[in-house]
Each structure stands twice: as C-alpha cells, then as structure tokens.
C-alpha cells in the first residue's frame, strides 16, 4: 500500500513503540475505505480513534524485533523462533487481566510488558530502554588454523578489540561486542564462531526517570533465556504494586532473585 508524504511524516511523529500497530490500523481502515492509498486523513482519524480506545488495543505485553532472518546482513545470532516462544509464554501470563488488576484507571501503552529482540549490538530495535532487551551475540575464538596476517579482522572491527600479534589474531575480550563480523570475513579460518546466544539487558525504561537496562553476564542460548524472561515475569508480577515498569521495581526489589536464575539456567543449559 502506497503512503503519502505527508501521513508518513504523521506517522513519524507517533511515539515508536506503538508506531508498528498505528501502521497496521491505519493500513487496515484504508483498506476498509477501497483505497490503495494512505492519506493523512486517514492517519489522522486512525490517531483519534486509538487514543480513545487505547484500552482495548492494550493486550499487556509487547515482542518486538528488528529485522533479524528477514534479511539483516548484520546478525550475529538466527532467531530459532525464540519470539515466537516468547509470545506463548506471555500470552498464557493474561497480563492484561494482571494489569487491570493493578492499574487505578484505564490502561495505556506504556503499561505493558516490554520485550525487544535485536539480532546484532546494533540494537536497532532499542533493547536498552524496555523491560527485557535481548541482543544476538557470537563469541570469537582463535583456532589453530594458519593466519596469513591478511588484517582484513582488523580492518573489519569496529571497536578496535583484534590485534595481530605473534602471526595471529589475538581478541580484547573486554573490548569485543561480540558482533562476530571478525568471524564472517576471516578467509583462513582462524577465526570461528564460538558460543551464540543473546546478551540480556532488564529493567530499561523512558519516561520521566529513564534508565538504561541491566545487562545479566554471559551469552545465552535460547532455553536459558526462556527460563531468565520466566523469572523476570514472576518478579514483576510478585511486586508490580500499580503497573509501574520493571525498571520501577528492580530499583526497589532488586535483582538478586533473577541473577540467581540466571547463574543456575546457565549452568543447566550450558554447551560444552
């Protein structure tokens, strides 16, 4: 469907966690109309009617992801369906129900429970600022294989984490982002794709006291993550007091409870 200038531009301006789904209503009404096109009218009524209806919109929780196996040339990690799984799991939570529970008043957007998938550390999709942001990563390791000191692992990191020394490719850990563009444009070998998992960040918010998400050591692989957003929805609901983010309540709970999950499902899930 072809967007005009001007409700694009309209659509910029609608705040971007409920961009996609304005989008979808918009498309939805015009289509409705016989048009194959969107005007601003249309972008303009759809607005109206959101914001008097947001309740029923609200289905209190959201799993968002960038572009990920639908073609981003940057990912570090596929997907295996790992959103999709998400989705059952909050689904069967009826957050929505929970949240009318907690909430004084008509639920809004910025109620709900936020998950953000980014395939790369580009994190295009924002997993800093919602209440669980998980970032594909790929752990670089040297193998034995012959370095011919070509430099293109060098040239190719942004971050300055590989060095050549010694006639290999030597990795600051504490610098790497573990984008694994090193392991892609290696020609020899020598530098192979490690453990892939997710990093994963909790508790980032925006708002009126925005915070960054925590970040839980490691790399995950998708069942200990499962099992980490599991725990970090029993907290939140075990302490939401009145719909706050869960940014809100790990300020004032804390985090230990989910750390100790987090250390145990990594063990259990563990690969050699």
């Known amino acids: 469907m072809k967007w005009h200038e001007d409700a694009n531009e309209a659509l910029r301006k609608v705040p971007f966690f ?15 109309e016989g048009s194959r096109n969107v005007t601003l009218k249309h972008v303009q009524s759809c607005r109206q009617q959101f914001l008097r209806r947001m309740e029923d919109e609200v289905r209190g929780f959201q ?3 960038c572009f990920g196996s ?15 799984k998400l989705e059952e799991h909050l689904q069967r939570r009826d957050l929505k129900a929970f949240l009318k529970e907690r909430v ?6 910025h109620h709900e429970f936020r998950i953000t998938m980014a395939d790369c550390p580009n994190a295009c999709s924002r ?23 070509c430099g293109v692992c060098v ?5 300055n984490a590989v060095t050549l020394e010694h006639g290999t490719a030597v990795i600051d850990r504490a610098a790497c982002l573990l984008c694994g563009e090193c392991v892609k444009n ?21 708002g009126r006291h925005p915070r960054l998400g925590t970040e839980i050591p490691g790399v995950h692989q998708p069942e200990t993550v499962i099992d980490i ?18 940014g809100e309540i790990l300020k004032r709970a804390g985090d230990r409870e989910i750390l100790a999950v987090a250390r145990q499902s990594e063990s259990e899930n563990s690969v050699p």
């Open 18 to 32: 409920v961009r996609q789904r304005v989008r979808r209503r918009v498309e939805e009404a015009a289509a409705a």
């Open 229 to 246: 957003v599991e725990s970090c929805l029993d907290h939140y609901q075990s302490n939401c007091l009145k719909g706050e983010r869960f």
């Open 63 to 65: 799993v968002e992801t």
């Open 104 to 109: 004084n008043g008509p639920l809004k957007m």
């Open 70 to 84: 639908g073609g981003c040339p940057n990912r570090a990690v596929d997907s295996d369906d790992i959103s999709g």
């Open 155 to 159: 040239e190719t990191c942004r971050e």
């Open 127 to 149: 997993p800093q600022i919602v209440d669980v942001g998980l970032i594909g990563g790929c752990i670089p390791r040297v193998t034995d294989e012959a370095c011919n000191e």
């Open 186 to 206: 290696c020609p020899t070998g020598t530098l192979k794709a490690g453990k892939t998992g997710y990093r994963i960040l909790i508790g980032g918010k925006l």
